[in-house]
Nanobody
């Protein structure tokens, strides 16, 4: 599967952005999906993940209550709605896909994902 992330930009603190990740191929609904981010000089970290059907989601503590992950399997797209953005949310955001059985837990480690998109820059100014 090939992944294309978009929707990044520059926003003031307290603002919102919606990231999208479009996937190629016909098997999108067989993948758990995740969003990660990487700030300069830091390791890539988990942000949010969603199961194949969208019935299960998980979030990093740092974004709980502010970010929402969702997916539209008919459109082969996963979204990340980011509200109440903070300067510390500034990073390159990556989407990732994990080929998974229906009961598989949503992975939170980078090693749990098989495919990665190219990243989209999010900059939050104070």
């Amino acid at each position: 599967v090939q992944l294309q992330a978009s929707g990044g930009g520059v926003v003031q603190a307290g603002g919102s952005l919606r990231l999208s990740c479009a996937a190629s191929g016909r098997m999108f609904s067989r993948y758990n999906m995740g969003w990660f981010r990487q700030a300069p000089g830091k390791e890539r970290e988990f942000v949010a993940g969603i199961s194949r059907s969208g019935g299960r989601t998980t979030y990093a503590d740092s974004v709980k209550g502010r970010f929402t992950i969702s997916r539209d399997n008919a459109k082969n797209t996963v979204y990340l709605q980011m509200n109440s953005l903070k300067p510390e949310d500034t990073a390159v955001y990556y989407c990732a896909a994990d080929w998974a059985i229906s009961s598989a837990p949503v992975a939170t480690a980078t090693s749990g994902y098989d495919y990665w998109g190219q990243g989209t820059q999010v900059t939050v100014s104070s």
